[in-house]
Structure formats: structure tokens, C-alpha cells
């Protein structure tokens, strides 16, 4: 059975750091995507960064320099780095995987919610100002 848990969310100060987290098990295999997502209230969930098998990523432009997604060999965490938070930062996370997805279909779709088989629960991070 495929469990993906976050943590690491929390309260801050706009332009303070946090380092999200994500445990992902029970995957047949370490071939998918990997990928964090955000949703405020009222609003969509909407792709912040993701990373395929061969580590290659991409983010959103409205966290682009200012995070950063990583995950071990093992595919077994991912992690996300989010520095000069902001408070339209605040939101809830997600990170999700996307089995069996190809390079092309990740440079393609990967920031999109629909493309993601598993979600953990979320991570609630809050931004004041």
C-alpha cells in the first residue's frame, strides 16, 4: 500500500525558511515523478515544484530561486526547501508521486495536479507579514 506522509510545515515570520518533508512507501518500483503542491482556501491546487526519476525538476515561477526540491537515491523522501517565504506562500502542501511517467509527459504535465496517482495528507504552512 502507497503512504506518502508531509511535515514540517508551520507558522513563520515573511522571509523566514522551512524545510518540508515527505516519507513515500510502498512502491513497486522507484520509476515515477515526484512532486509538491499547494492549495489555499478558495483556490485550486496548483503545481510548486517536481522532479522525475532522473532527478530533473521544475518549479513554478512564483517560487522559482527561492525554493528548492530535492529527494534521495532511494526515492523514498522528498524534501522541499522554501526560503523568503512570503505570505502568498500560505498554503496547504502536498507532495504527490506520478507512476511510470516519462520525461516528455513530466516536461509536459508535470506541475499539474491531474497527472499525480498518490497525495499524502498535506502540511500546513503559514506566512505573516
Known amino acids: 500500500q502507497v503512504h506518502l506522509a508531509e511535515s514540517g510545515g508551520g507558522s513563520v515570520q515573511s522571509g523566514d525558511s522551512l524545510r518540508l518533508s515527505c516519507v513515500i512507501s510502498?512502491?513497486?518500483?522507484?520509476?515515477?515523478?515526484m512532486g509538491w503542491f499547494r492549495q489555499a482556501p478558495g483556490k485550486e491546487r496548483v503545481g510548486v515544484a517536481s522532479i522525475d526519476p532522473d532527478g530533473r525538476t521544475t518549479y513554478a515561477d512564483s517560487v522559482k530561486g527561492r525554493f528548492t526540491a530535492s529527494r534521495d537515491d532511494a526515492m523514498t523522501t522528498l524534501n522541499l526547501t522554501m526560503n523568503g517565504l512570503k505570505p502568498e506562500d500560505s498554503a496547504m502542501y502536498y507532495c504527490a508521486t506520478w507512476l511510470e511517467c516519462s520525461y516528455s509527459e513530466f516536461v509536459r504535465r508535470g506541475s499539474s495536479a491531474g497527472s499525480y496517482d498518490y497525495w499524502g495528507q498535506g502540511t500546513q504552512v503559514t506566512v505573516s507579514s
Open positions: 510502498g512502491h513497486a518500483t522507484t520509476l515515477y515523478c
